[in-house]
Every structure is written in structure tokens, then in C-alpha cells.
T-cell receptor, first 110, second 117 residues
Framework: DAKTTQPPSMDCAEGRAANLPCNHSTISGNEYVYWYRQIHSQGPQYIIHGLKNNETNEMASLIITEDRKSSTLILPHATLRDTAVYYCIAGGQGAQKLVFGQGTRLTINP | NAGVMQNPRHLVRRRGQEARLRCSPVKGHSHVYWYRQLPEEGLKFMVYLQKENIIDESGMPKERFSAEFPKEGPSILRIQQVVRGDSAAYFC???????????????FGQGTRLTVV
């Protein structure tokens, strides 16, 4: 699995868009980018994943650069409940053997 | 539709005892994964099982730890002769089988917090 690099922490005001960056410069052609989050020691929660096209679902948008070396997770209207550690994972297809790094601790401020 | 169910949520064991952690996957899921999260650290993969088979146990400690996913019943993570360093949160996840995209999301349980005293 490709190594990912994320900022250790970020702050965002409630109601604003939260943009979480991730670098995965060694990602290979068949590796997906997955995002999970962990709210206060609960089990991780799947957010979104993508291969090379931008993706959007009810939770977030995922923007992947054309060279696939980095991506950005966008939470369009952050709420206090979005405060969590966000993990960017670049790996083989499927849910197998996810490699969690240290993630980004996102704090949403009122 | 219940999600991944783990029990117990909290488990206290004395050093040298055995710990059994149970995980019932999402109904219909045949892939189960166990992860461990030490205090203030990220989650580490331990083992991946499909029904009655261990697919990848590269993250399992070589001794005292074992896992199974029988044809009937929940998946069990068993830790024999627990030591203080085993204190951690243990998370189970499951995913469905089938086509490529169907298998991409892992559903996690709420974890079992093991404390060894």
C-alpha cells in the first residue's frame, strides 16, 4: 500500500467547508484512495473512496489530482459532529487490510 | 439491519487470564477483519478472515493470539495469557463479497476495550 501524508491537525469554523489534504505520491495505478473517520474512539466510519475521478456522496466530496499524487476530502458544511480524526488510506481494491496512519485531527469550532 | 456487533464492549482481565472477543458481522457479510488500537495510536491491522479460513494474519502477534470465523456464529479473537501490553481497543470490521465495488467499504463495530490489570 502507498504511504500517505496528512497534516496532524486542522481547525474549521462550523458551517464552513473543511478541506482535508492528503499526499500519496507513491500510489500505484490500481490503488484506490479511501477516507475514514473516527469520532472519539468509536469504530472508524467509511466516508468515501475513489480511483481517479472525483467522487461525491451524501457525506463528502473527494477531489483527486490528475497525477493522483494527492487528494482532498471536502466536507461542504462542517458541523460540530464532524469533529474527528480523518484517515486517508491508499491501498489495494477492497476493504482488505486497511493501513491507518496517524490521520488528521479535525476540530470544528462553533 | 444491524451493523457489526462486538461484545463485550469492555473487558477486564488479570494478567495470565484469557480474553475472548466476539464479533458478529453485518448480516450477509463473509469477510471479517480485526484491528487493534493502542492508546493514542492509530489502528493496526491484525487479521483477515473469510468463513472458516484465515486469509491474512500478517498483523497478528506470533504467540498467544488466534482468530477464527466459523461457519456458524461470530468471529472470535482469542488472547491467551494476557499481559498489560495487550490493553487496547480491538475493532472488528466486515465487508460484503462479490464484485469489485461491492467489496470496498468496511463496516466497523464499536470495539472492545480490553484492560489487563
Amino acid at each position: 500500500d502507498a504511504k500517505t501524508t496528512q497534516p496532524p491537525s486542522m481547525d474549521c469554523a462550523e458551517g464552513r467547508a473543511a478541506n482535508l489534504p492528503c499526499n500519496h505520491s507513491t500510489i500505484s495505478g490500481n490503488e484506490y484512495v479511501y477516507w475514514y473517520r473516527q469520532i472519539h474512539s468509536q469504530g472508524p466510519q467509511y466516508i468515501i473512496h475513489g480511483l481517479k475521478n472525483n467522487e461525491t456522496n451524501e457525506m463528502a466530496s473527494l477531489i483527486i489530482t490528475e497525477d493522483r499524487k494527492s487528494s482532498t476530502l471536502i466536507l461542504p458544511h462542517a458541523t460540530l459532529r464532524d469533529t474527528a480524526v480523518y484517515y486517508c488510506i491508499a491501498g489495494g481494491q477492497g476493504a482488505q487490510k486497511l493501513v491507518f496512519g496517524q490521520g488528521t485531527r479535525l476540530t470544528i469550532n462553533p | 439491519n444491524a451493523g457489526v456487533m462486538q461484545n463485550p464492549r469492555h473487558l477486564v482481565r488479570r494478567r495470565g487470564q484469557e480474553a475472548r472477543l466476539r464479533c458478529s458481522p453485518v448480516k450477509g457479510h463473509s469477510h471479517v477483519y480485526w484491528y487493534r488500537q493502542l492508546p493514542e495510536e492509530g489502528l493496526k491491522f491484525m487479521v483477515y478472515l473469510q468463513k472458516e479460513n484465515i486469509i491474512d494474519e500478517s498483523g497478528m502477534p506470533k504467540e498467544r493470539f488466534s482468530a477464527e470465523f466459523p461457519k456458524e456464529g461470530p468471529s472470535i479473537l482469542r488472547i491467551q495469557q494476557v499481559v498489560r501490553g495487550d490493553s487496547a481497543a480491538y475493532f472488528c470490521a466486515s465487508s460484503g463479497k462479490g464484485g469489485t465495488r461491492v467489496n470496498t467499504e468496511a463496516f466497523f463495530g464499536q470495539g472492545t476495550r480490553l484492560t489487563v490489570v
